[in-house]
């Protein structure tokens, strides 16, 4: 009997860790889940269309396609489909343009002229009255993109019949920026340490290296910038660069080129020169040096990004040389191996507080047409720095002769943290479907970044990585969903949020119906509601400063006006808002005049940007009726509200999704709603020292005082 108790308590002890390694694997898994599929008539139905894979060419990349496909579909249909070399059953064939036989290239009547090289192609063809499906493109990595994107059609339980996609990307460079240091904490990261175990490397490669390459190929990313812009000179030395091509060689069969920050400084630090003027000789023949030092241990090496004479960082400027001199410098020495130089247009001047968000403005755009053909500037999608709202950047569509890339902050350094559930392709969307107006209407951002408005040659979007080592990579598992709209945002930027919604929830939870609708609509609600509690009407940059955790509007007493809370809000007795009209800082004449004369105008001013373009009083009437005050509190309101609804939709949602992944959200959404109410409360009674107005009915009393909030510290808060 003892032994029969015991017996079972170990089974279940047994049971219930299998349990938590299966969840535990979930969290990992991301979007590749590649569950089976509950229904049997459509398991059956693939099943049909499905008996076997051809795979055509030898490369690492024709391997992982094959073993992709084949562990995918195999485990969706629940039945081992396996790789054969004949094509007597109905197959999914893959294979490049130069590697298909000559049978296949017949009946395919593919022509590869509509694809670029990162495209790819999905048909169903007929071979001696066989039905096939083709996943082609002209190079294998194309190839690879295909088999994501079909077996996206199974997890989304799509159609595989009469397949004719022709689909390219539609920028060149879609690249993550980590901000990693060398010694693995993350700048703004808010899951765990650096993936790169450079201590380890390169003779240990950690599986998950491999499972990070895996991921970003599946969405289609193509590049990786390994280190902070906030540069350490030391990963261009020999020691580390041997640790970089060891990452490189994981990332290559994968699509994915390694890039690095280059610290301008670096000629100095460990180059041994005196200067790192980039119009000296010795200068200019060290980064000549370096770049094909790199380039021997790495072919492929994709170039650098560059953050110069930006908040401290080193650059041209301390010789008396500007960021053309720099970037052209730079372009120069990676030029002969193909390389590019992403140059960062991030910057505002130390000496010249008028208007923080003109600066880059005013500082880039007469270096139009100036910078080398391999130089594309990187641009932040708003002017002052990845608020939860801000218009787009002005320099998008204002500097014709000269590529722009993206920078997105996919990282929530001021959206939450890793706690807040925000699903940021909305706010990316958004950004990329703002009208530049700069070559007449319709002149989107969308268009700037693939390069269709200017034709540029080189194109690119950037995101700033949300990923580090925690078992969900993403510390949120709806985090998860940033990184990989992220993905598909770049290679497709008029892709619509709440297709991705879709397609991720199906990838990576359940393809219910009743799971998906309330969900999907529930992501695509958490950013308005991220606005609402943090910063509505156009108010930015009031997060506690430093660490940027929380709401610190009060915060006054830092050196540099612009690094202060109040430098942004204005508020005072007559009003509150940053007046950058033309009776202001006139930052809207940066903008093309019909965009310009919107943002100008209080009667066609979004009142989503407000007080980022307007100073107006308490009492000014909101299009609904309500005065400033009254309706700026609602708002605040309706933030906490949202978050609420959104609580109750998820705790509906148990039966669709496994155990751990539910408690997980279900705890990190009680966290928001409590930090929603939080700043609600502390911004609601800060400004309200200001407007002397009582807080309208509909908005719940703050439980604690403004002092209270006030005295709040968060000396250990992450990633700062
Ligand atoms: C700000 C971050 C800071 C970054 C900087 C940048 O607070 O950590 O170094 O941007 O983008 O958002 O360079």
Known sequence: MKNKRKNFLSLTLLMFIISLTASAQKDY????QYDKITDHNLRTKYLSEIQGIVSFGNSETTA????????????????????KSKLDQSSIIIGSQTSLNSEILKAAQIDFNQINDEGFILKSISIKNRKHILISGKKDVGVLYGVYSFLRLIQTNKSIENLNTIDSPKTNIRILNHWDNLDRTVERGYAGFSLWNWQKLPDFIDQRYI??????????????VLTNVNANALILTPQYLEKVEALANVFRPYGIKVYLTARFSAPIEIGGLKTADPKDADVINWW?????????RIPDF???????????????????RDHVDGANMLADAVAPFGGVIMWRAFVYSEHDANDRAKQAYAEFQPYDGKFKENVIVQVKNGAIDFQPREPFHPLFGAMPKTPLMMEFQITQEYLGF???LVFLPKLFQEVLESDTFQRGKGSTVAKVIDGSLYKNKITGIAGVANIGNDINWTGHPFAQANWYGFGRLAWNPYLDAETIADEWLKCTFSTDENFIRPIKQMMIDSREAVVNYMTPLGLHHIMDTGH????GPWVSNLSRPEWNPVYYHKADKNGIGFDRSKTGTNAVAQYAPEAAHIFDNLETCPEKDLLWFHH????????NGHNLWDGMALKYQEGVNQVKAMQETWNKTEKYVDSERFKEVKMLLNIQYQEAKWWRDACLLYFQQFSGKELPSGVEKPTQTLEYFQSLKFPFAPGN
Do not use: C
């Open 288 to 296: 000549k040096e370096k770049t094909a030092a790199i380039y021997k």
């Open 616 to 623: 107006v009083s308490w009492d000014y009437k909101l299009k």
């Open 29 to 32: 898994k991301l979007w590749l």
């Open 418 to 420: 890793s706690t807040h």
């Open 302 to 320: 994709g170039g650098f990004l560059v953050k110069a004479n930006s908040e401290g960082q080193p650059g041209p400027q301390n010789y008396n």
């Open 64 to 83: 992982i396609s094959s073993k992709e496909l084949q562990t995918a579909l195999t485990d969706m249909v629940g039945t081992t489909i396996s790789v």
């Open 548 to 551: 940027h955790y929380g709401p």
């Open 211 to 224: 499972d990070y390459a895996r991921a970003n190929a599946s969405i289609g990313i193509n590049g990786t």
